[in-house]
C-alpha cells in the first residue's frame, strides 16, 4: 500500500490499523469467513467506534513532508485453503505515526 504524508513536516509510520469490520470479498462465491486477519494486537480504528489490529512496521517508514511511501503488510489477510478459489479482498487501513520534534 502507499502511504502518503500531507504535513509540512516529516513523519515515521511505526504501525498500522487494520479496521476489522471493514473485510469485503470481491469474488462470486468467495465469503468473509475464508479469511482470517492477523495482527499484533487489538486496538481502536482512529475515527470510528470500531475494533482494529495494529501491525507494528519493522522498521518504522520515514516519509518525507509531501511524499509517499510504499509500506509491504506481509500476510495481514490470509484465506482458508480448503476452498483452492483466490478471492480479491478490501480492507481499511490507517497509518499510525509519530513526528519528531526538536526541543530547545
Known amino acids: 500500500m502507499t502511504v502518503t504524508n500531507h504535513n509540512t513536516f516529516e513523519v515515521t509510520a511505526t504501525s498500522l490499523a487494520v479496521d476489522d469490520t471493514s473485510l469485503v470479498v470481491k469474488e462470486p462465491g468467495c465469503s468473509v469467513s475464508q479469511f482470517k486477519l492477523s495482527g499484533l494486537r487489538s486496538t481502536g480504528f482512529p475515527g470510528t467506534t470500531h475494533s482494529a489490529r495494529d501491525l507494528s512496521l519493522s522498521p518504522p517508514v520515514k516519509i518525507p513532508p509531501g511524499e509517499?511511501?510504499?509500506?509491504?503488510?506481509?500476510?495481514?489477510?490470509?484465506?482458508d485453503g480448503k476452498d483452492g478459489a483466490l478471492c480479491g479482498v478490501k480492507l481499511d487501513?490507517?497509518?499510525?505515526?509519530?513526528?519528531?520534534y526538536v526541543v530547545h
Open 68 to 79: 509517499a511511501r510504499t509500506v509491504t503488510t506481509p500476510e495481514v489477510v490470509s484465506q
Open 93 to 100: 487501513f490507517a497509518a499510525v505515526a509519530m513526528a519528531g
